[in-house]
Nanobody, 127 residues
């Protein structure tokens, strides 16, 4: 199995940017489609972005499309989420997760399909 650790969160003003890092250990991350999901305060966990094993396919939630970019470096066993033009409604704990099912090559939008999770990193967008 794979262990995931997120970093890069913090407090940022509206319109600012953050780059989140997910560092994997144990099994190589290239085995999995990878996703970023988030849990806003007092809300359920929701999908943000996902990327296929080979990086050829990515997809995003409508709420972040055009502002976020997911990428991966299988050689370094890392996954990134670049977030630009941040809004207060982006405030959440952000989780990196691994989807092991080969029938979902691009990663799932459903949190229950992810088998492995990091501990999360807090992103707060506020002036």
């Amino acid at each position: 199995q794979v262990q995931l650790v997120e970093s890069g969160g913090g407090l940022v003003q509206p319109g600012g940017s953050l780059r989140l890092l997910c560092a994997a250990s144990g099994r190589t991350v290239s085995t999995y489609a990878m996703g970023w999901l988030r849990q806003p305060p007092r809300n359920q966990r929701e999908f943000v972005a996902a990327i296929s094993r080979s990086s050829s396919l990515t997809h995003y939630a409508d709420s972040v499309k055009g502002r976020c970019t997911i990428s991966r470096d299988n050689a370094k066993n890392t996954v990134h989420l670049q977030m630009n033009s941040l809004k207060p409604e982006d405030t959440a704990v952000y989780y990196c997760a691994a989807d092991p099912d080969p029938k979902r090559p691009y990663g799932s939008r459903a949190s229950h399909d992810y088998d492995y999770w990091g501990q999360g990193t807090q992103v707060t967008v506020s002036s």
